[in-house]
């Protein structure tokens, strides 16, 4: 396999393009709003987060109003970060084909399919104890377990329609594992 930079894969849309262009100065449309979607049986939910003024916690039907607005606007990017219901010590819902993350990001790419849509791919939200890993039983983080679960959910992510998986975790080797899972998947 040649080491070279291939280009391809960030000029397959216009929207690619226009996100990875390299002229200044900054526009509007290189903003990225970030939304947080909350996985919620209130159809209604619109929570302020108190540490993030002006940021909220979002069910789905807001989280397409929200993003009507911006995009009315001219907005072209945002990225989504998920608030499952439940969680476990396998971040199942990070990974799964109806994650809010999964649902939320086909339910945008449907609605404004020229929308940018980035998604947080990290598992700590997903975990039961709160870390960003799988975790031993003397409480240690197991990096290349947690390597394939952060492979599956950037998978599943890209599946649902994601334009760009962006990794926030601290695990090593997971940008080459979740690359070489993408590529494995088409």
């Known amino acids: ?28 449309e290189d903003l990225i709003m970030p939304y947080f979607v909350v996985n919620s049986g209130d159809s209604s939910l619109e929570k302020e987060i108190a540490t993030m003024p002006g940021q909220y916690q979002l069910s789905l039907s807001k989280l397409e109003e929200h993003v009507e ?16 219901a439940k969680k476990d010590e396998q971040a199942t819902g990070a990974w799964k084909e109806d994650g809010i993350i999964q649902r939320a990001t086909r339910l ?18 997903y975990m039961s104890h709160g870390h960003c890993g799988i975790l031993a039983k003397n409480g240690q983080v197991l990096n ?30 997971r940008v080459a594992a979740i690359r070489e899972a993408l590529d494995g998947a088409g």
């Open 1 to 28: 396999m040649s080491s070279f930079f291939r280009g391809r894969r960030i000029r397959q849309t216009p929207q690619m393009r226009d996100f990875f262009r390299e002229t200044p100065p900054l526009l509007k």
């Open 69 to 84: 607005k911006a995009v009315n606007m001219g907005l072209k990017n945002v990225i989504l970060f998920g608030v499952p």
């Open 108 to 125: 945008l790419k449907k609605r404004f399919p020229s929308l940018f849509v980035i998604t947080d791919v990290c598992l700590c939200e």
């Open 144 to 173: 290349d377990p947690t390597l394939e679960l952060l492979a599956k959910t950037a998978v599943s992510q890209a599946k649902a329609g994601s334009d760009m998986v962006a990794p926030s975790d601290m695990m090593d080797g």
